[in-house]
């Protein structure tokens, strides 16, 4: 069905004069006028959202001082409908098959990929956004200003922009750059060592950390290196061979230095030596065998007992914040020396989309906007001040006691999840240095990204989006030749499959149909680069 414009009556229609003026920043008596105004008429917007929780965070957001709260400041009502993560995409798509009478006004957190923003966007379940935006988000509107990058991003094939985002600051180099290596400290000194250059210098320091009592505890049970999933292995690594040379968003394709063509990473003779170095860490026992098998429990008790020399990570659990240093980007065979991981700070398109069963889409993005500013980004990260954060005399903040009891890691965030919802969630907003208190913002992972910086990709492209023709061909293109990528490179790396069956490797992925999904991509791709050039939108 297509979206219709609705008429609003006079009180709706004064609570978004209110809402909006709020969110803009209206000086402190004209605000008061107006939340006077609109206090009498609280109830008369109630927006129904759908929103999936993290296992961090309590599953009554009705009850969460966030919400209530905003509520309070925004005069808008939300009735929250939650399922778990997990079960969201699916529970999202079932509420979308019935007829609209059935749907929320907002999908909030659903996990909305760009194929299903293009899809529901096509079919009219979604508003497009793009002009609400530019007269209803006035914070997210100057971000995309100061961002092009990002508009072009969360822009869809037709032109229109069908949900909000999650944005990762531009400034904040340790949330995007994410996962890095990170090294005992104390080891390294036992053996005299500084934090590895190349990839050589990083085994010959792993074959130390095992052929030495690292931890004097007489038995060779020392951990050289640790990942908790081999994707994180390869996305430290792959830089070292110049792949993923368009950053973290694009890990199958980047771009060939010396074609400048589009270039597959996992059919590349680069990735071919990538996958024998990962292969000799593992058969000579320095890359720990249950990475296969490990949830982030496991993961996290094995480091905090002390008996990991190096791991890949977000950054050391808080109690071993000083324990463990990151190390740089790694050289490799060819001198290359790149860190492929780093995000785009569009980080997710999907975060918050607005229905066609809305009657309010101006209030309900004006909602949401406020959670781009300033005032709003610590409302949503921190809570309420002097109940659930403090300022600190230097200009930092701090959660009170309530909020940050001992602990640190999933404890840590389930603290947070009975205050707030972002621990482990998709939401719209931007994710800031001097309000998150992720991993990331640790001063080590700071100091780490700043390691780093020298060796970030020219350019990092967004996840790119593809038409409605292009959509059916690219989930079947990339559910068998992704699955294959991944299954071939673990069997690869334990061996369990030699690499001299590389060619045969690259003939079934031809099969698979790779010339049809690189097709696919040149397209998408030649649609962002004529946005970059300033072409028209198709």
């Excluded at 008429?41 to 919400?67: C, H, M, N």
């Excluded at 066609?356 to 001040?385: C, K, M, Q």
């Excluded at 009975?418 to 991993?439: C, D, M, N, Q």
């Excluded at 992972?445 to 593809?466: D, I, T």
Aim: hydrophobic share 40%; net charge negative; glycine share 8%.
């Amino acid at each position: 069905m297509e979206p219709k414009t609705r008429r609003i009556g006079w009180a709706a229609a004064a609570v978004l004069f209110a809402a909006a003026c709020w969110a803009i920043g209206m000086t402190a008596a004209r605000k008061g006028a107006e939340t006077e105004r609109a206090s009498s008429i609280e109830q008369s917007i109630t927006i129904k959202a759908f929103a999936g929780y993290s296992p961090a965070v309590a599953s009554d957001w009705s009850r969460l001082p966030l919400w209530r709260q905003y509520g309070k400041l925004s005069g808008i009502r939300v009735e929250w409908q939650t399922v778990p993560a997990s079960e969201v995409a699916d529970r999202r798509n079932l509420l979308l098959s019935r007829s609209p009478e059935a749907w929320p006004d907002v999908l909030y957190g659903t996990q909305l990929s760009p194929l299903e923003l293009v899809g529901y966007g096509a079919s009219g379940a979604l508003l497009p956004l793009e002009r609400l935006i530019d007269s209803w988000a006035p914070h997210l509107h100057a971000l995309l200003n100061r961002y092009p990058d990002v508009r072009r991003g969360m822009t869809m094939p037709d032109g229109h922009i069908y949900s909000l985002p999650m944005l990762y600051d531009p400034e904040f180099g340790s949330i995007l750059t994410g996962r890095k290596l990170w090294l005992n400290r104390s080891w390294l000194e036992k053996l005299g060592e500084k934090p590895p250059e190349t990839t050589e210098e990083l085994y010959r320091l792993l074959k130390r950390f095992v052929a030495n009592d690292m931890n004097g505890n007489y038995k060779h049970d020392e951990i050289a290196l640790l990942v908790q999933d081999i994707d994180a292995l390869e996305l430290v690594l792959k830089g070292a061979w110049g792949l993923g040379n368009r950053g973290a968003e694009h890990p199958y394709v980047d771009v060939h230095p010396k074609t400048e063509g589009l270039r597959f990473i996992p059919a590349s003779s680069e990735y071919n030596e990538l996958l024998q170095f990962m292969h000799r860490l593992y058969a000579e026992g320095l890359l720990d065998n249950r990475l296969f098998a490990m949830n982030e429990n496991e993961f996290l008790r094995l480091i905090r007992e002390g008996n990991v020399g190096a791991f890949v990570g977000n950054g050391p659990p808080a109690s071993l914040e000083g324990e463990y240093v990151a190390g740089p980007a790694l050289a490799g065979p060819r001198g290359d020396r790149l860190f492929a991981g780093v995000s785009h700070p569009l980080h997710r398109a999907g975060a918050f989309a607005i229905t066609a069963a809305n009657r309010y889409p101006e209030a309900t993005i004006a909602w949401a906007d406020h959670f781009y500013s300033e005032e709003g980004n610590r409302l949503f990260f921190l809570g309420v001040e002097n109940e659930t954060y403090r300022s600190m005399p230097d200009g930092t903040f701090a959660y009170t006691e309530a909020v940050a009891e001992k602990g640190d890691g999933a404890a840590a965030e389930r603290m947070i999840g009975r205050f707030l919802v972002w621990p482990r969630a998709e939401y719209p907003g931007i994710v800031t240095k001097s309000t998150f208190k992720g991993a990331e913002a640790s001063v080590p992972a700071q100091e780490g990204a700043k390691r780093l910086k020298s060796s970030l990709p020219a350019e990092v492209w967004p996840g790119f989006a593809y038409t409605s023709d292009e959509n059916d061909l690219m989930i079947a293109y990339s559910a068998d030749i992704q699955g294959y990528v991944a299954e071939m490179r673990d069997r690869f790396v334990t061996g369990e499959v030699p690499l001299d069956a590389w060619d045969d490797y690259l003939v079934s992925l031809r099969r698979k149909g790779l010339p049809g999904y690189m097709a696919i991509y040149a397209s998408a791709y030649n649609r962002f680069a004529m946005r970059d050039a300033g072409g028209e939108r198709p």
